[in-house]
């Protein structure tokens, strides 16, 4: 008569594994009816992520991802192994993921090389609370700074950095003598850098805008006048997404460049008739401080437009930091680091941490 199906979800919980690891003991038999003396040799342990722990490759897996990809702090992580049987400090999570961020520096290394391959690398930093630093309180701030490849790069990858401070010295040793473009926000510290071609960030310039805008008690005027030549200039590149670099470059040249110079004399008439300390005359004087790192981007077609591709890779961290909200010490600010590197690497690649 046939047969009828239906299909239900059913979702098993972490199921938790001992792995025993037996090995054998050798010794000389003939050698001990011969009265010689006889070594016993165990048979060797197979290698381990991290030798002396109880923890296997799939576990520190699972932790990292649980931390780094989905932003639950080390507590719930704990609370979540003792409802399966398995009590584990969060020290001991911790120290797990730091060792084994120590082990992974090889690979880290090589992601920062495959990055200064790059002909441009975005660049920014957000901050990062860390308890116990020589020299500072827990209250002050520190920072991981953050680079990723151009939208366009077939081999793209996200780094971050820890340091603690928020001088130009950081990136100039991360990118250790790279002579290549850097697409950044207007934060003097990215300027510093020498040898490299520096892009302004049109999103970061249009976002002043919108506050003034929103400031605004008629919501129009001035700004949302400054905010329509910006969006002209985005409409050019929407139509030159799917675009050769070489033709963006071309229809950059003839479409982008008399909006830029329209906007450039708006601006200039502008900043003389408003006040410098008002929301609309700090986006006006910031906007022409920054204008030539702004209208850089129309050189060449392989230029972007905006810094928004390494704020999109940002955003994991903040949201996660949201949850953990501090890490205690620079050990761990570095795993940190290293971790987050690697999950968003692995995103920017289409690759399931997990």
């Known amino acids: 008569m046939g047969v009828e199906s239906s299909e239900q979800l059913e979702i098993i919980p972490k199921q938790v594994k001992v792995l025993r690891h037996e090995r054998k003991k050798y010794a000389c038999r003939h050698c001990e009816n011969h009265g010689e003396g006889s070594k016993v040799i165990t048979a060797a342990m197979p290698r381990q992520p991290l030798p002396g722990s109880i923890a296997t490759a799939g576990t520190l897996a699972t932790v990292a991802v649980s931390k780094y990809a989905d932003g639950l702090p080390l507590y719930r992580i704990e609370k979540e192994l003792a409802r399966v049987g398995v009590e584990l400090q969060r020290t ?27 002909s441009v690398i975005h660049g920014d930093e957000t901050t990062l609370q860390v308890l116990k630093e020589p020299g500072k309180t827990a209250q002050s701030q520190s920072y991981l700074w953050a680079y990723t ?40 510290a990215w300027r510093m850098l020498e040898n490299v071609t520096h ?8 976002r002043k805008f919108k506050d003034a805008l929103d400031l605004s008690p008629k919501k129009g005027g001035q700004a949302k006048q400054a905010l329509s030549y910006i969006q002209k200039l985005y409409a050019v590149e929407k139509k030159a997404k799917s675009l050769s670099p070489a033709d963006r470059h071309a229809m950059r040249q003839q479409d982008s460049i008399p909006i830029l110079n329209a906007f450039h004399k708006w601006l200039d008439k502008a900043a003389a008739r408003l006040l410098p300390n008002s929301p609309m005359g700090k986006a006006v004087s910031y906007t022409l401080k920054q204008w030539r790192y702004l209208e850089k981007y129309v050189e060449d077609g392989g230029y972007p437009i905006d810094n928004n591709q390494v704020e999109r890779e940002i955003r994991p961290v903040a949201t996660g930091r949201k949850a953990w909200l501090f890490a205690d010490t620079q050990s761990g600010a570095n795993a940190s680091a290293v971790w987050f590197s690697i999950m968003l690497t692995c995103r920017a690649n289409g690759v399931e941490p997990s």
């Open 92 to 118: 001991t999570l911790a120290s797990w993921m730091i060792k084994t961020a120590e082990r992974l520096s090889p690979l880290y290394l090589a992601m920062q090389e495959s990055l200064l391959g790059e």
């Open 149 to 188: 490849s151009p939208a366009q790069s077939t081999t793209p990858v996200v780094l971050f950095d820890y340091q603690p401070g928020r001088g130009h010295t950081y990136p100039k040793a991360f990118l250790n003598g790279y002579q290549g473009t850097v697409m950044t926000d207007g934060y003097s």
């Open 199 to 206: 892009l302004g960030c049109w999103a970061h310039a249009r």
